[in-house]
């Protein structure tokens, strides 16, 4: 019957790598940063993004950048995560031995379960919100009217994936919550890990293609997965490659009375934990436009507009390519958004797509360079048939549009107002009645002409 054979090194300094590696791991997973809740009031305390913002917590004791890219900056946290592991074991090992009076088996079993909690809680919640499409939804009006060269590549990604049938994204999520859920468990723990690995490796590789900006953070969740299946992959890799008698595992942790006690209503608390994200995430997806603003536009009116007219200043501006001032097209969204297409050069907003603390709500515009975004308030005019709106740019809060909307029929909208510098303003907006594919369906026949 063949054993495990440690590496003479490993196994004369495997009680200070265990303890270092523990450390290590408690620097990175407990949430002590300060800033947490900066400026959140205690009702947002209890907010779908706060909830899911600790569950993926990282540390930060250097900033990571907080626009998508190549940036791995992260890493110099896990450097200084380890180089605080290493200074605290030289000065407080000794006395942490002597006060632990563990073995290496406990000792690494209390390692992995503090990473199987760890990655248990950031994976299924990362599952929850794919299952419920918050955090890849359908594609808006705007995107649909955006060309394809004109988003970020992390926006294709998530484009590409929201539109996935076949449910592709449920069943990802749901791969994600099984494995969070197996870690639970002590039994299924390495079953759990193994089948995080196989999703965590495409995650960081998808991360660093797209630029998605969360590298590092899927890099860190890999690694917890590795940790914890390294526990049985010598039993793994002689049964199933070597193909040899294989010795089961022989631990049996043995709890103390307080733990023992303490220990199923902490199981409980976790599993409550996750239910109350899994009813919060769901009630903000059904009765909101979740993670679109949630405030309601202009009634009747969402679509895309052709610009039939376009008159600057009293002058009558005629379609163009070249002119930066004519509009080409405009959406109404069902929230107050309202979108633009013209020849202007528009700044693309790169910060990350996050479900994160005190974050509007702003993954309409995130990664999309081909349209002007704004944001508008309405009031009644001084007749029933008019509305006087406000449009205010959401990357540059200086462009602004104020007009009146009238409505001579169903499909037409008449804008008339003035613009930031006071420029009269007179736009005809014909609607476009757009039948799109990706509605329709595959399998269903259509007559695009």
């Given at each position: 019957?063949?054993?495990?054979?440690?590496?003479?090194?490993?196994?004369?300094?495997?009680?200070?790598?265990?303890?270092?590696?523990?450390?290590?791991?408690?620097?990175?997973?407990?949430?002590?940063?300060p800033?947490?809740?900066?400026?959140?009031?205690?009702?947002?305390?209890?907010?779908?993004e706060?909830?899911?913002?600790?569950?993926?917590?990282?540390?930060?004791?250097?900033?990571?950048?907080?626009?998508?890219?190549?940036?791995?900056?992260?890493?110099?946290?896990?450097?200084?995560?380890?180089?605080?592991?290493?200074?605290?074991?030289?000065?407080?090992?000794?006395?942490?031995?002597?006060?632990?009076?563990?073995?290496?088996?406990?000792?690494?079993?209390?390692?992995?379960?503090?990473?199987?909690?760890?990655?248990?809680?950031?994976?299924?919640?990362?599952?929850?919100v794919k299952?419920?499409p918050?955090?890849?939804?359908?594609?808006?009006?705007?995107?649909?009217?955006?060309?394809?060269?004109?988003?970020?590549?992390?926006?294709?990604?998530?484009?590409t994936?929201?539109?996935?049938?076949?449910?592709?994204?449920?069943?990802?999520?749901?791969l994600?919550?099984?494995?969070?859920?197996?870690?639970?468990?002590?039994?299924?723990?390495?079953?759990?890990?193994?089948l995080?690995?196989?999703?965590?490796?495409?995650v960081?590789?998808?991360?660093?293609?797209?630029?998605?900006?969360?590298?590092?953070?899927?890099?860190?969740?890999?690694?917890?997965?590795i940790?914890?299946?390294?526990?049985?992959?010598?039993?793994?890799?002689?049964?199933?490659?070597?193909?040899?008698?294989?010795?089961?595992?022989?631990?049996?942790p043995?709890?103390?009375?307080?733990?023992?006690?303490i220990?199923?209503?902490?199981?409980?608390?976790?599993l409550?934990?996750?239910?109350?994200?899994?009813?919060?995430?769901?009630?903000?997806?059904?009765?909101?436009?979740?993670?679109?603003?949630?405030?309601?536009?202009?009634?009747?009116?969402?679509?895309?507009?052709?610009?039939?007219?376009?008159?600057?200043?009293?002058?009558?501006?005629?379609?163009?390519?070249?002119?930066?001032?004519?509009?080409?097209?405009?959406?109404?969204?069902?929230?107050?958004?309202?979108?633009?297409?013209?020849?202007?050069?528009?700044?693309?907003?790169?910060?990350?797509?996050?479900?994160?603390?005190?974050?509007?709500?702003?993954?309409?515009?995130?990664?999309?360079?081909?349209?002007?975004?704004?944001?508008?308030?309405?009031?009644?005019?001084?007749?029933?048939?008019?509305?006087?709106?406000?449009?205010?740019?959401?990357?540059?809060?200086?462009?602004?549009?104020?007009?009146v909307?009238?409505?001579?029929?169903?499909?037409?909208?008449?804008l008339?107002?003035?613009?930031?510098?006071?420029?009269?303003?007179?736009?005809?907006?014909?609607?476009?009645?757009?039948?799109?594919?990706?509605?329709?369906?595959?399998?269903?026949?259509?007559?695009?002409?």
């Amino acid at each position: 019957m063949t054993t495990l054979a440690d590496s003479h090194f490993f196994r004369r300094y495997r009680s200070n790598i265990l303890y270092i590696g523990l450390i290590f791991f408690l620097v990175l997973s407990i949430p002590y940063d300060p800033n947490l809740f900066r400026d959140t009031s205690f009702g947002e305390l209890f907010s779908l993004e706060n909830w899911f913002g600790l569950a993926t917590y990282r540390t930060s004791f250097i900033p990571e950048s907080p626009y998508v890219g190549p940036d791995v900056r992260g890493y110099f946290n896990w450097a200084i995560a380890l180089g605080l592991a290493l200074l605290l074991f030289a000065a407080f090992g000794r006395k942490l031995k002597q006060r632990i009076h563990a073995d290496d088996d406990a000792l690494f079993y209390w390692l992995r379960v503090l990473l199987r909690y760890r990655l248990a809680l950031a994976m299924t919640f990362i599952g929850l919100v794919k299952i419920i499409p918050v955090q890849l939804p359908e594609p808006t009006i705007s995107e649909l009217h955006t060309e394809y060269g004109d988003f970020l590549l992390w926006k294709l990604y998530y484009l590409t994936n929201g539109i996935a049938t076949a449910g592709y994204l449920p069943v990802i999520g749901a791969l994600e919550i099984l494995g969070g859920l197996f870690l639970l468990n002590r039994r299924t723990a390495v079953i759990g890990a193994g089948l995080l690995l196989a999703v965590l490796l495409n995650v960081v590789i998808v991360n660093y293609v797209y630029e998605i900006g969360e590298q590092v953070y899927s890099t860190f969740l890999l690694l917890l997965a590795i940790v914890i299946f390294s526990y049985d992959w010598h039993r793994f890799y002689c049964l199933l490659i070597k193909k040899t008698e294989t010795i089961p595992d022989g631990f049996w942790p043995v709890y103390g009375r307080r733990i023992a006690v303490i220990r199923p209503y902490l199981q409980v608390l976790f599993l409550l934990l996750i239910a109350i994200f899994s009813v919060q995430t769901y009630l903000s997806w059904k009765n909101s436009d979740y993670p679109f603003p949630d405030e309601k536009g202009l009634v009747g009116a969402a679509g895309v507009y052709d610009v039939k007219d376009f008159v600057w200043k009293g002058d009558t501006l005629p379609y163009s390519l070249a002119d930066s001032i004519r509009w080409k097209d405009v959406v109404f969204e069902k929230w107050n958004t309202i979108s633009i297409r013209g020849n202007r050069t528009v700044k693309v907003d790169s910060l990350k797509p996050r479900i994160a603390f005190n974050r509007e709500r702003s993954y309409e515009f995130l990664g999309n360079g081909g349209r002007e975004f704004f944001g508008y308030s309405q009031t009644k005019g001084s007749d029933k048939q008019s509305v006087a709106i406000k449009l205010t740019g959401k990357i540059n809060s200086a462009h602004t549009f104020s007009f009146v909307v009238n409505r001579p029929d169903k499909k037409t909208l008449v804008l008339v107002g003035t613009n930031q510098f006071g420029d009269s303003l007179q736009v005809r907006l014909e609607k476009v009645h757009k039948r799109y594919l990706l509605h329709e369906g595959r399998r269903k026949p259509i007559r695009i002409y």
